[in-house]
């Protein structure tokens, strides 16, 4: 049996903790067969365990308290702690392991709700679990966690991504934002989202880039994090690219732009990039 789930940028700009796509990079699972104990074989560094402290293993064992050990193969090429959504393919794969090999048939709604519950925002691990593009919300409606989610189909575009070679943890990320905003600032930032959302919705790329630059909810606040993103737009903007934003909690950044301009914008990344890595993507339209 072999699990594999997108990589997935979340935000876009200003759909902050709701909006997500699903991008063309994998974590895969496989499975080896039933063991002692738990042994997930990965090279991807020594901060991923090799035993049942492995999230994914946690996860799937959250889903099913009785799971006995497997011998499991993990690869992904899905940078660790770069704003691409690398946990949250690890605890969708949890569920998706545990859902498989316990035949318990859990439905889509049922994994969003459980990896959205562990994440605490639907924003990744929503795409990750539908493919293309999902808006999210996530909240207690007494006392009783509450999921709403739409799919949708995100228009044909490339898709470019500007990796640093550092890592952000989200924690630490999220840690930078303000406690409150003002009624006419709560105001300005969910009205850019909603045209960001009906723009896509309605395949207007242009204006909903426009939109993707004008978040108000968490740039700003994370600028430090992402001291290449003023320049990654003068880029994109020189070359009519559709927008680069922030991807997730960062320090990636993502651009958007039509096929036509993708090598253009890629090669003047790479001029700029240093220790970065600039990755061509595209959307996954499938999920897990
Ligand atoms: N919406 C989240 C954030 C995504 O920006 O903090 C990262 O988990």
Partial sequence: MKIRVPATSANLGPGFDSCGIALSS???????????????????????????????????KKVSPTLRPYHLKMTSTIPIARGLGSSSSVIVAGIELASRLENLNLTERQKIEIATAIEGHPDNCTPAICGDFVVGSYYFNQKKPTVHYVKHYFPECRVIAYIPNAQVLTKESRNVLPETLSFAEAVKASSIANVMIAAILNGDLVLAGQMMEQDRWHEAYREKFVPHLATIRQIVKRNNGYAAFLSGAGPTVLILTNEEKADLITFELEQMAGSAQIEQLSLDREGV
């Avoid at 994998?26 to 991807?44: A, F, P, S």
């Fill in 26 to 60: 994998y974590l895969t699972v496989e499975v080896i067969g039933e063991d002692t104990k738990w042994t997930i074989d990965h090279e991807l560094g020594d901060e991923i365990a090799h035993d049942e402290q492995n999230l994914l293993v946690q996860t799937a």
